[in-house]
Structure formats: C-alpha cells, structure tokens
C-alpha cells in the first residue's frame, strides 16, 4: 500500500514538500522512486535510490531544486521540491520495486500509489 500527499498548487519560485507512506511491503521492497505525469505525456522518473547503497538518481532537469530523501524506519519517501517552475505541473506518484535497481524507469516499479497533484502557476 502506497499514499502520497503534500501535492498543492504554488507560484513559480515555490516550494512543496511531497510525502509517500509505504505499508504492507515493509520487508518486500527495495526501490524507490517519485515519478510525474504531465497532461498528454508519459510517466517520467524524477528520483529514486535504493536500500542496497542509498544511490540517488534524478532527472536531469530538477538536479539542484528537488531533494529525494527517506525514512526507512518509518517506511516513508519524501521528495524536496524548491524552485518549481511551470513544467513541473502534473501528478506526482510514488513507485516502489520489489528488486535492487540503479534505475528511475517506471515499468520496472511493481507498486504505486494513487497520485498527487502539483500545479505551479507562473
């Protein structure tokens, strides 16, 4: 089971800070990712990392404004984002593999939540 939340609707320059609770999966995971979804557009990874090394990977294009980090004693992910700009409006989903990965490719995620939404206005 997977719950996002902290989705909103902020002014270019802005900042959220995104939630993900995992439950049901705490010994049957080991990737995590936060991915968006743009209106017409497929799904993108933006960060993920894994228990195995803790590496993280972003996208190139909110290196130095989104912060990916994690509790793991509390199963929960939270994504950092600052200085959001238009284009990264869409709905925010957490993605969790079952397996090790180096990856932020959406189809090899096994579980997902529901999805936030995150609208900034410019």
């Known amino acids: 089971h997977v719950v996002e939340s902290g989705g909103g609707s902020v002014q270019a320059g802005g900042s959220l800070r995104l939630s993900c609770a995992i439950s049901?999966?705490?010994?049957?995971?080991?990737?995590i990712g936060w991915f968006r979804q743009a209106p017409g557009k497929e799904r993108e990874g933006v960060a993920c990392t894994n228990r195995h090394d803790g590496d993280l990977n972003y996208v190139a294009s909110v290196k130095g404004r989104f912060t990916l980090s994690r509790d793991y004693a509390n199963n929960m992910v939270f994504l950092q984002m600052d200085r959001l700009q238009p284009e990264d409006t869409g709905i925010y989903y957490c993605?969790?593999?079952?397996?090790?990965?180096?990856?932020?490719?959406?189809?090899?995620?096994?579980?997902w939540g529901q999805g936030t939404q995150v609208t900034v206005s410019s």
């Open positions: 993605g969790v593999g079952r397996r090790t990965m180096w990856s932020c490719r959406p189809k090899l995620y096994n579980y």
């Open positions: 049901g999966l705490t010994r049957d995971y080991s990737t």
